[in-house]
């Protein structure tokens, strides 16, 4: 019998266990954009595969996958000119 994995922070060295009475956040990146929502607005149905959903357990992580998202828009910068 296989543990389902519980939802654990995406953020860079993080991992958090996500639990009920948490405030959690999700990000929502792509080459378009990036945006944060709380996690009890958020409808994951809203999005396609298109988008890279990460699972945030607070500011410090939402603020790190911003910064990776950042460096990302530079490689893709830098690779296109
Ligand atoms: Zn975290």
Not at 17 to 36: D, L, P, Y
Not at 57 to 73: D, M, N, P, S
């Amino acid at each position: 019998m296989s543990i389902p994995p519980g939802p654990c922070c995406d953020g860079p060295r993080c991992g958090a266990i996500k639990r009920e009475t948490n405030h959690w956040f999700v990000t929502i990146e792509n080459s378009a954009g990036f945006s944060v929502q709380p996690v009890e607005l958020f409808d994951r149905d809203a999005y396609d595969d298109t988008v890279s959903l990460n699972d945030i357990c607070g500011e410090a992580c939402g603020v790190k996958r911003l910064q990776v998202w950042f460096t990302t828009q530079k490689e893709n910068n830098a690779t296109t000119e």
